[in-house]
């Protein structure tokens, strides 16, 4: 079992940075691949970033980037240049193994979620 709690949120201007953790209890967190999503009202839920365990990263573009520390258990994304169509819940997610996966529907944990508001 695999518990994730995002924080970093908030109201941001736009152009702005922002900068998401998602601390994860267990013992075997550098076997997760993990990831991050968002879902804005009305649409899918998204993926954003991604990286393996043994800290392959991907994402939809240069604005994201993500990182994970596996001696701390967690891991962050940082956004730049924030537009206010980045408004969303932000979801940290984990799925057992090495690959990266960019449907929502492969990944077997997920945090509560965190609001992240640009304004213009």
């Known amino acids: 079992q695999v518990q994730l709690v995002e924080s970093g949120g908030g109201l941001v201007q736009a152009g702005g940075s922002l900068r998401l953790s998602c601390a994860a209890s267990?013992?075997?967190?550098?076997?997760?691949?993990m990831a991050w999503f968002r879902q804005a009202p009305g649409k899918e839920r998204e993926f954003v970033a991604g990286?393996?365990?043994?800290g392959y990263p991907d994402s939809v573009n240069g604005r994201f980037t993500i990182s994970r520390d596996n001696a701390k258990n967690t891991v962050d994304l940082q956004v730049n240049s924030l537009k206010p169509e980045d408004t969303a819940v932000y979801y940290c997610?984990?799925?057992?193994?090495?690959?990266?996966?960019?449907?929502?529907?492969?990944?077997?944990?997920w945090g509560q979620g965190i609001q992240v508001t640009v304004s213009s």
């Open positions: 267990g013992r075997t967190f550098s076997s997760f691949t």
């Open positions: 990286i393996s365990g043994s």
């Open positions: 997610a984990a799925r057992r193994g090495y690959g990266l996966e960019y449907s929502h529907l492969h990944y077997d944990y």
